[in-house]
């Protein structure tokens, strides 16, 4: 009788063990408030640690000189002439180190055409392309206008003579890289 009794209770304590370590389905084990709120300072301090360092990065001051040369084109003459505002002020503002055949018949573009030995109806098909290409590229589209020091600030016209930057390009590469523009030489 005594080893029924030993094999019952035994029977018993294994059915106890095997259901301790399994928590009964939908009971949920409270935490004390306690322990929940040093959990919670404890995390809070690793996310501010996480976190701080970009915080400061993006507020940090920058040792570069603010750029106040963006400005928004809003209509492309030619392709290497727009008109923009810069500055709230409406300018016209003429490419730097390139020249773009024009796009019209006149002097000026017999003389490109001969500088560069190409046919008259050639080099003012080229300057509607150049005109047609910056058109799509930059209008109606914010631009970077970086003044040149070694330059002078506008031309004969008053139109600002400015290197023009667009997407980190600069637009006199992209159109010299196309074929669409020649370097500039004064006639």
Known sequence: MQNAITEDSHN???AVLKTAGRK????????????????????IKYIFILLFPLFLLSCSSSTEPQDESNAYCYYVIDGDSYRCIYENDS??????YVDCYETYYSERLT?????????????LKLGLEAKRFVKDLIE???????????EPDKDVYGRLLRVVRYEGCRLD??????GLAFEYEPF
């Open 12 to 14: 018993g304590i294994a």
């Open 24 to 43: 009964p389905v939908g009971v949920r084990i409270p935490r004390p408030p306690l322990l929940q709120f040093y959990f919670f300072l404890y995390m």
């Open 91 to 96: 300018v016209e503002v003429r490419l730097l």
């Open 111 to 123: 003389k490109q055409a001969e500088r560069n030995n190409i046919s008259l109806d050639s080099a």
């Open 140 to 150: 109606g589209k914010n631009i970077e206008l970086i003044r040149i020091d070694d």
């Open 173 to 178: 590469s992209i159109l010299l890289k196309n």
